[in-house]
């Protein structure tokens, strides 16, 4: 089975603050998502990037696929408590089957 | 909006217990998966099913069955159930594989087998 490490494991920062996840792997991925769970509720869906390089924005959070397609960044500018929770990276191999990241588990404090 | 309904937020089972936990989906989604999360190891799969009466083994379906009589209703079970068992369970479900479609998740089932 294919792993997607993510890194930082936990984040905690002040509001504010600029940060990045990383979700990285050995392995070539068709397509990318990444995933927020907030406490008590199942993951959402954020973002799917498909091409090698791509950058999509979603208001302040810019997320980018490598070249390669084994790895890929979430960059959040000017973090707020309202980010708070977990981040899940997920890969889709060939067969269109997901494997899910290790989670970057952010708290951002007032 | 999908919606996935899983029937339990919160299940206390005995060590040996047949436990059932149900999933439906209001949205005719092909596609359906039990993951467990636990902490510092994501998601990991344990069975999914691409249509009725149909079922593929997970990255650890090891003490799981499952069952798919319906399309909208995918059922985990746990024949016997064990303490390694405990964990957060979600259940997800999934247009179709083949065009980069989101899972939908339920809000999950926090089991302890004790």
């Known amino acids: 089975t294919q792993l997607l490490e993510q890194s930082p494991q936990f984040l905690s920062i002040q509001e504010g603050e600029n940060l990045t996840v990383y979700c990285n792997s050995s392995s070539v991925f068709s397509s990318l998502q990444w995933y927020r769970q907030e406490p008590g509720e199942g993951p959402v869906l954020l973002v799917t990037v498909v091409t090698g390089g791509e950058v999509k924005k979603l208001k302040r959070l810019t997320f980018q696929f490598g070249d390669a397609r084994k790895d890929s960044s979430l960059h959040i500018t000017a973090a707020q408590p309202g980010d708070t929770g977990l981040y899940l990276c997920?890969?889709?191999?060939?067969?269109?089957?997901?494997?899910f990241g290790t989670g970057t588990r952010l708290q951002v404090f007032p | 909006d999908v919606k996935v309904t899983q029937s339990s937020r919160y299940l206390v089972k005995r060590t040996g217990e047949k436990v059932f936990l149900e999933c439906v989906q209001d949205?005719?989604?092909?596609?359906m998966f039990w993951y467990r999360q636990d902490p510092g190891l994501g998601l990991r799969l344990i069975y999914f099913s691409y249509d009725v009466k149909m079922k593929e083994k997970g990255d650890i379906p090891e003490g799981y069955s499952v069952s798919r009589e319906k399309k909208e209703r995918f059922s985990l079970i746990l024949e016997s159930a064990s303490t390694n068992q405990t964990s957060m369970y979600l259940c997800?479900?999934?247009?179709?594989?083949?065009?980069?479609?989101?899972?939908?998740f339920g809000n999950g089932t926090r089991l302890t087998v004790t």
């Open positions: 997800a479900s999934r247009r179709t594989g083949f065009d980069n479609s989101p899972l939908h």
């Open positions: 949205m005719d989604h092909e596609n």
């Open positions: 997920a890969g889709a191999e060939i067969t269109d089957k997901l494997i």
